[in-house]
Structure formats: C-alpha cells, structure tokens
C-alpha cells in the first residue's frame, strides 16, 4: 500500500519559513521522481518543484530562487524548504511520487502566508 504523508504546512507571516515533508511508504523511493504541487481556491493544481532519483530539480518560476526541494533517501523522504514567503504561496501543497504508470499523492498539507 502506497502511502505520502506530507507535514510541516501552517500559517506564517509575509517573509517567513517553512519547511514541508512528504514521507513515502509502499514505494522504491529511488525509482521515482518526487514533485511538489500546491493548489490555490479556485485555481488549478500547479507544480512547484520536481526533483528526480538523480537529484536534478527543477522549479516553477514562482519558486525559482525562495524555495529548495531535496531528497532523503536513507528517509523515504522529500522535502519543500520555503524561505520569503508571499500571501500568493497560500494553497494547499501536495506531494506526488511519479515513475511510468505509477503515481501517487499525498492528502495535502495547507500553507496560508498573512500579509
């Protein structure tokens, strides 16, 4: 049974922290590449930041230069590193475990930056 169960959402202020964690079970963590996604209300599921079982990442522009996604391989685990947050990062941040035909989410994890 695959299982991401992602921490470490909560309400920051305008230019603060926060450091989420997506832990992967039922899954060859190596074999995936591991993605970040967050979803506002009303708008679509977007991609924040992608990092595969080599370690190349990728990031959206939004995130490019504030946010730093790594991975732990002795862990089964993923992480979101988010520094200078903004009212606009408030969304609900899902983790995604992805190789050909297989591919997984987390439930989510809520973000909400006060201005």
């Known amino acids: 049974q695959v299982q991401l169960v992602e921490s470490g959402g909560g309400l920051v202020q305008a230019g603060g922290s926060l450091r989420l964690s997506c832990a992967a079970s039922?899954?060859?963590?190596?074999?995936?590449?591991m993605d970040w996604y967050r979803q506002a209300p009303g708008k679509q599921r977007e991609l924040v930041a992608s990092i595969n079982n080599d370690g190349e990442t990728t990031y959206a522009d939004s995130a490019r230069g504030r946010f730093t996604i790594s991975r732990d391989s002795a862990r089964n685990t993923v992480y979101l590193q988010m520094n200078s947050l903004k009212p606009e990062d408030t969304a609900v941040y899902y983790c995604?475990?992805?190789?050909?035909?297989?591919?997984?989410w987390g439930q989510g994890t809520q973000v909400t930056v006060s201005s």
């Open positions: 039922g899954i060859i963590f190596a074999d995936n590449t």
């Open positions: 995604r475990s992805n190789r050909p035909f297989h591919t997984y």
